[in-house]
């Protein structure tokens, strides 16, 4: 069974007209998902939020407070150059880490075979202590943090195909050794990190591998290359759990970016990494919602997305 993660109080973290992390992107997923019927298809769950004893495994609870005190302010205040948040946003970070945490415990426990959370604000931009790139809390750092610290897998591998690379999630875990870190994006764009000689440090070392790619790269390059990187990444660090982080950024419609990917494409991806997670870590995935920012495009490749995952939760 595939589990789907959606609370409607994420609709209500607004950083203000114009912004291109709008509340209409949650929409959009969950009135495509509703009118293709995927919601009948798949367990669906309104997560709980994640109390602070579990941000804290990331971020240090000044920061944990700053931003929650930064959102009590009456109107919006800004993180950063880009990053704003209201009265309501703190509620919905705390939601959106609290749902990969909760579909990470569920999978780890056989309960869910995987699972997707649609949930914002995304996540792979925070760094521990820094709020940047509409990002608050790192989301899939503490669902990976949550399933070493609980001792439901031991070495865990993140792919973040978001358009922009994850420095957030690269930062955190730089020097890890159980936790390796593979990003795809396009270089050069925000946020100016990625480059292929990031390969981690210490412990780390060899631990994270980036993929940097031109604009206007064409899907069947891109997925050329994200077979064979995948796979080899499997086979050198044997994971026990696969971690998305699922930006549809990198499709041809977005406004952000300039890759050439379809939701085509992106079923694609989804499932070669099933099949490895099946063949690796017995099919235990969870993804995780980052980036996508043209409605339509964002909605369907979720849809898309979501339906190959439930199709290897019935394997």
């Known amino acids: 069974m595939t589990g789907f993660f959606y609370h409607p109080s994420c609709l209500l973290h607004d950083a203000g007209p114009g ?47 700053n931003v929650e005190c930064a959102g009590a302010n009456a109107g919006r205040v800004m993180l950063d150059s880009d990053t704003l948040v209201c009265k309501h946003s703190f509620a919905a970070a705390q939601l959106a880490a609290g749902a990969a945490v909760e579909a990470a415990a569920k999978v780890s426990r056989g309960e869910l075979r995987n699972a997707f959370c649609a949930v914002r604000p995304p996540g792979h931009h925070a760094e ?36 922009h690379h ?9 020097e890890r050794g159980d936790i390796f870190y593979l990003s795809l994006h396009q270089w050069p764009l925000y946020p100016g990190t ?10 780390g070392r060899s631990a994270t591998l980036n ?8 899907e069947q390059k891109y997925l050329d290359i994200f077979f064979k990187t995948t796979e080899e990444v499997f086979k050198k660090f044997q994971p026990d759990f696969l971690l998305l982080s699922a930006g549809f950024d990198a499709h041809r419609d977005d406004p952000l970016a300039n890759l050439q990917l379809t939701e085509n494409g992106f079923g694609k991806m989804t499932e070669f990494a099933a099949e490895l997670a099946k063949n690796f870590c017995a099919g235990k995935l969870v993804s995780v919602l980052e980036g996508g920012y043209n409605l339509t495009a964002l909605a369907d490749s979720v849809v898309t997305h979501v339906e190959k995952l439930m199709a290897f939760s019935l394997q």
Not at 28 to 56: C, M, Y
Not at 128 to 155: D, S, T
Not at 194 to 203: A, I, W
Request: charged share 30%; glycine share 8%; hydrophobic share 40%.
């Open 128 to 163: 521990r202590e820094v709020a940047m790139g509409f990002c608050l809390f790192n989301n899939v750092a503490i669902a990976a943090e949550w399933l070493v610290r609980e001792k439901r897998a031991e070495k865990i591998l993140i792919i973040d195909w978001d358009v």
């Open 211 to 218: 993929v940097p790619l031109p604009p206007a790269t064409a």
């Open 19 to 65: 912004h291109p992390e709008r509340p209409g992107r949650l929409k959009a997923i969950h009135e495509q998902a509703e009118k293709s019927g995927l919601l009948t298809r798949v367990k669906s769950f309104d997560p709980n939020p994640a109390d602070r004893e579990i941000l804290a495994f990331i971020h240090p609870r000044n920061y944990i407070e």
């Open 166 to 174: 994850g420095n957030g999630t690269q930062h955190i875990f730089y």
């Open 194 to 203: 990625g480059r292929e000689d990031e390969t981690g440090e210490g412990k």
